[in-house]
């Protein structure tokens, strides 16, 4: 028998800190279906990227890209918009929770696999890392 090998899926749209709205938005049903709507979601939502910061940033995406390995993928298009500090004001470097999202992409390719992440900084460019070094071990896609 010949072996196969596939290539790695990917993943061409995530949004990694949202993994922690898991249970957090959605109610079981019926009774939930009456409240329960894009609205409930999105509040829930805001209220989730208000708590981060890059810290809690990098280790939910840090799960996120562990999680996206073990199932068999191996390149993410990461969408990120997050990039204020919790109070609303922005922190000295302007790409501080990019970088932390680039950083935890690094942090998971150097133990399971080879993720590229196109991030958008908040100028609208399409760049890793907002255009700066880039992370060991992490291809870049842009």
């Known amino acids: 028998m010949t072996p196969y090998e596939l290539p790695a899926m990917v ?11 898991r249970g957090a ?17 999105r509040e829930a939502m805001y209220a989730l990227a ?3 910061d890059p810290e809690t940033m990098r280790e939910a995406a840090g799960r996120v890209y562990a999680e996206m390995a073990a199932a ?14 919790p109070d609303g004001t922005p922190y000295d470097d302007p790409n501080a929770m990019a970088v932390a999202v680039a950083e935890a992409t690094s942090n998971a390719a150097s133990r399971t696999w080879d993720m590229g992440t196109v991030l958008q900084d ?3 460019r399409l760049s890793q890392k907002g255009g700066r070094v880039k992370p060991r071990g992490v291809g870049v896609s842009t």
């Open 11 to 21: 993943n061409a749209h995530s949004h990694a800190f949202q993994r922690d709205l």
């Open 25 to 41: 938005a959605e109610r079981p049903a019926p009774e939930a279906h009456a409240t329960d709507d894009f609205w409930s979601w």
């Open 50 to 52: 208000a708590r981060h």
């Open 72 to 85: 068999g993928y191996g390149a993410v298009g990461e969408f990120h918009y997050v990039h204020h500090r």
């Open 122 to 124: 908040r100028t609208g």
